[in-house]
Nanobody
Framework: QVQLVESGGGLVQTGGSLRLSCAASGRTGSGYAMGWFRQAPGKEREFVAV????????DTADSVKGRFTISRDNAKNTMYLQMNSLKPEDTAVYYC?????????????????WGQGTQVTVSA
């Protein structure tokens, strides 16, 4: 069992920055992958970026490449998403996820554990 709690969301103007955090607890010593996903109103949940247990970023969505950076600090059991140059289309609920796959997938349905999400709103 892994519990995940996101934080750091909020309201920001276009061009601004936010840093999301995802704190993990429970059985965190099992070598799990982690990832960030988001879901905008009326849309399906989509992958943003994923990272292996050892900190290798294996996939980043084209829509955020060059603006968002995923990272993790296993000593703190925490994953981060640094979001820069935010756009209104980035507005969504952002979720962190954990999975026991060696290679983290990009399909949200393949992930085992989910946080409750944190709202990110980017005003025009």
């Amino acid at each position: 069992q892994v519990q995940l709690v996101e934080s750091g969301g909020g309201l920001v103007q276009t061009g601004g920055s936010l840093r999301l955090s995802c704190a993990a607890s429970g059985r965190t010593g099992s070598g799990y992958a982690m990832g960030w996903f988001r879901q905008a109103p009326g849309k399906e949940r989509e992958f943003v970026a994923v990272i292996t247990w050892t900190g290798v970023v294996t996939d980043t969505a084209d829509s955020v490449k060059g603006r968002f950076t995923i990272s993790r600090d296993n000593a703190k059991n925490t994953m981060y998403l640094q979001m820069n140059s935010l756009k209104p289309e980035d507005t969504a609920v952002y979720y962190c996820a954990a999975d026991r796959s060696f290679r983290p997938p990009v399909d949200p349905t393949d992930w085992d554990y989910w946080g409750q999400g944190t709202q990110v709103t980017v005003s025009a």
